[in-house]
């Protein structure tokens, strides 16, 4: 069986609170205003003795109206609900509320517990059956069974017993191996011990000294004690109620409606994009702008809505929405939530959250209308591609994680298929993986081309556009490796070629117009000395952008020697024969027998010496050179 948590609903004073003190001899009223007024305020936690020896985490709800932001703190993560009707007084009107909102959330197990029925007759039984069967159509307790009990006499209680030990039988394990979540319910402090923190750990897992992360704030903190069901514990898994002793973080920072989540496993965002329904019983037409309260988990937060294809909700119907909130919330998708009306508090609908870390968008942008309108597929790798395809500029896989409530090796094995299908493009090195859309590589390859010709027509005589240029010009800056991925592709399918750190189009070649062509043979002119030299001032002087010299010397016709002069490579070739040459007669040479060899000046024979040296060709030898 896997580990549960069973949850009352119903409208007040109905027998919530009895019946679980009837089933588990515990009364889960711990205030005094509780005891005194005879009705349940605040959520109140105990745990069900099941026959087989298990126990059942169990969270009895407020039932009246003022009370229930205090109910919707407690029902989320429930797996079976007692839903109690009390036989003299039938369906009420939180009886109706109870019910939409649990239907919101995605309840599916319950049983419908009619309470009281020492006080009615079987004509009585019949009309609230009745009652009952009509309001509940269309539910998740459309079909469910119905147990007269009385807590007062002890009537019903064992066929109850019974039944919901075989629903806790048959209700599915939750994710233990996706990142632990936990929303805070309680939060108080013991001498000697500390800030502990109490709620239902909806997924994963967390161990004694887990470092965990506690949010909005983004505290870390240790886990230094386990309590379940009063014992403590090495772990608590999900499924079950725990209270965890934290250090780390002063009590303030851990109160109800914060979540305390493994560590960097969560993101924080004031827009997310929802799926939106007005129930069909809502006297309100909930219209864009309206401010709503927002619950999901323990958090509360007032947000307003954001619609993109409509100017206003009626009631029955349901659409994609955005919510803006005063402060960030860390949230998943697929979480699902229920939204009230600002003043005066009243259950208007709920659904369930698309995106997690969305921005704020205007109608009239169709396609980032449309991002919002895709990720409420069903699909989940639609989902996940419309993620990724909704980014340029590509996301990591830990975003991806923080988004979804799905096990690693799950959302690998789904990213994998992804890339078979050629919709996305993975790339990695040992600390990171990106993943970015197929149609984002083909766009900023199609513009790369078009800003690498662009250039070449307006610098012909260079090799190419610097990588940093480039990368900048198209908006790459914030993300090279992205960028330098899609460049690695567009070498392999030979589209550009890299050479140094200038990037040209496969089968450019620098040739000169014919401006440059004139300067091109003054240039040369300039060599028509006697020793072929030329001062590197007195050839920029020629062609001051460099355009020509940068071409002669890519074309290999030139040569820079020592930083201060250029020479033609066929001369330069030529004094290092005759240099050569005279060694190999005279076994050594000095710099001034190459300046007279070459009828130069002291300075630029040394220099050839030097450029001679370091292409090992010759070797210094005190103030000689002999060949390598």
Do not use: W
């Amino acid at each position: 069986m896997s580990n549960i948590i069973i949850g009352t609903a119903g409208h007040i004073d109905h027998g919530k609170t009895s019946l679980i003190k009837a089933l588990t001899g515990r009364d889960t009223d711990r205030l005094k205003e509780e005891k005194d007024r005879g009705i349940t305020i605040d959520l109140g936690f105990s745990y069900f003795d099941l026959p087989n020896g298990q126990k059942a985490g169990i969270i009895d709800v407020p039932g009246h109206e003022k009370f229930l932001n205090n109910m919707l703190s407690g029902v989320y993560g429930m797996d079976l609900i007692l839903f109690v009707v009390a036989g003299d007084e039938g369906v009420m009107p939180q009886t109706i509320e109870h019910l939409n909102i649990l239907n919101l959330i995605g309840v599916k197990n319950g049983i419908i517990v009619i309470t009281k029925s020492d006080l009615i007759d079987e004509e009585m039984q019949e009309l609230v059956i009745e009652d009952i069967k009509e309001h509940f159509i269309g539910t998740f307790l459309e079909q469910a069974e119905i147990h007269f009990v009385s807590s007062k006499t002890g009537f019903g209680m064992d066929s109850l017993t019974h039944k919901i030990a075989l629903m806790c039988e048959a209700i599915r394990p939750k994710d233990e191996k996706t990142s632990s979540r936990l929303y805070i319910d309680r939060v108080f402090t013991l001498k000697g011990i500390g800030v502990v923190v109490t709620g239902t750990l909806t997924e994963g897992r967390i161990n004694l000294n887990d470092e965990l992360t506690v949010y909005p704030h983004k505290h870390t903190v240790r886990v230094r004690n386990i309590q379940v069901h009063g014992n403590n514990v090495e772990h608590v898994i999900a499924g079950q109620r725990a209270a965890i002793n934290i250090v780390g973080a002063p009590k303030q920072l851990a109160e109800r409606g914060n979540v305390i989540a493994a560590k960097d496993s969560l993101a924080l965002s004031n827009v997310i994009d929802v799926e939106l329904f007005n129930l069909k019983d809502s006297e309100r037409t909930i219209k864009n702008g309206s401010r709503l309260h927002f619950f999901t988990g323990t958090i509360e937060q007032l947000s307003k809505v954001n619609f993109l294809d409509r100017k206003e909700l009626s009631p029955g119907e349901n659409c994609i929405a955005q919510l803006k909130f005063e402060d960030e919330i860390a949230v998943k998708y697929g979480d699902k939530f229920i939204v009230r009306f600002f003043s005066p508090l009243e259950t208007l609908g709920g659904g369930r959250i698309t995106d997690p870390q969305s921005i704020l968008k205007r109608p009239k942008n169709k396609k980032a209308c449309q991002y919002s309108f895709e990720k409420a597929s069903a699909n989940l790798s639609h989902v996940i591609y419309q993620f990724i395809e909704e980014r340029s500029e590509g996301i990591e896989i830990r975003e991806l994680f923080r988004m979804f409530s799905i096990e690693q090796k799950k959302l690998e094995e789904l990213l994998k298929g992804i890339v078979l299908d050629h919709k996305i493009i993975e790339c990695s090195d040992a600390s990171k993986k990106y993943y970015f859309a197929r149609c984002h590589y083909l766009s900023a390859k199609e513009a790369i081309v078009q800003e690498l010709e662009l250039f070449h027509k307006t610098n012909n005589l260079k090799l190419g556009l610097n990588k940093e240029t480039l990368m900048s010009n198209l908006g790459f800056t914030n993300h090279s490796f992205i960028f330098n991925k899609i460049l690695d592709l567009m070498k392999e399918e030979s589209i550009i070629i890299n050479e140094k750190e200038f990037l040209s189009i496969n089968g450019f070649i620098p040739t000169l117009n014919s401006k440059q062509h004139l300067i091109y043979q003054e240039c040369l002119n300039l060599f028509e000395i006697d020793d072929r030299m030329v001062k590197k001032d007195d050839l920029s002087g020629v062609n001051p952008a460099g355009d020509v010299v940068d071409y002669l010397l890519y074309t290999g016709e030139l040569e820079l020697i020592g930083n201060e002069f250029y020479i033609l490579r066929k001369d330069l070739q030529r004094f290092s024969n005759k240099i050569i040459n005279y060694i190999r007669e005279k076994n050594t040479i000095s710099a001034s027998e190459v300046r007279d060899l070459l009828k130069t000046n002291r300075r630029k024979a040394v220099l050839i010496l030097e450029y001679l040296d370091m292409h090992k060709i010759t070797k210094r030898v005190d103030d000689f050179r002999i060949l390598f």
